[in-house]
């Protein structure tokens, strides 16, 4: 196993899923590809083909993301792990199914919370998602009860 892929929220429970990514990816050798998939409407203005603006609030909101995941990374970093952080738009379970594929990644570490009958109805889960639409073995790492 030498690709994984670990999708990361800014939830507290972003920091126990990437301590066991940590551990796994000591334990073998592995590369670690952090993703967040951000589901905020960039508001995004294409003016001509290949140039896209970005409305200054909507930057920031960028730029607070890519700072979490790049704090993400920093731990990876220091306990010696190659890491390669992804920040993309879109249905969360999508982009990360889609960015697994075309990486090959070889395992998906991923947090799982626990919701309602009602919330998963109306709302659904990315880990459920992710699980049933992937290609590779899939780590979900429960998020402590409380």
């Known amino acids: 196993m030498k690709t994984?892929?670990?999708p990361i929220d800014s939830n507290k429970e972003g920091n126990?899923?990437?301590q066991k990514a940590i551990e796994i990816a000591i334990a073998f050798d592995a590369k670690v590809h952090l993703v967040h998939v951000t589901s905020i409407d960039k508001d995004?203005?294409?003016?001509?083909p290949g140039i896209e603006y970005i409305?200054?609030?909507?930057l920031s909101e960028y730029e607070k993301e890519m700072e979490?995941?790049?704090?993400?990374k920093a731990k990876f970093v220091e306990a010696g792990i190659h890491c390669e952080i992804h920040l993309l738009q879109g249905y969360a379970d999508?982009?990360?199914l889609k960015l697994a594929e075309n990486l090959h990644i070889e395992l998906i570490i991923l947090g799982y919370i626990s919701?309602?009958?009602?919330y998963k109805a109306f709302v659904g889960s990315v880990s459920d998602a992710v699980v049933k639409g992937a290609k590779t073995p899939v780590l979900?790492?429960?998020?402590?009860?409380?």
């Open 4 to 6: 994984i892929l670990v």
């Open 16 to 18: 126990l899923v990437a």
């Open 44 to 48: 995004v203005v294409v003016t001509e």
């Open 55 to 58: 409305s200054p609030i909507n």
């Open 68 to 72: 979490t995941l790049n704090s993400f």
């Open 94 to 96: 999508k982009q990360i």
């Open 115 to 118: 919701h309602s009958a009602i």
């Open 140 to 146: 979900l790492v429960p998020a402590p009860h409380h």
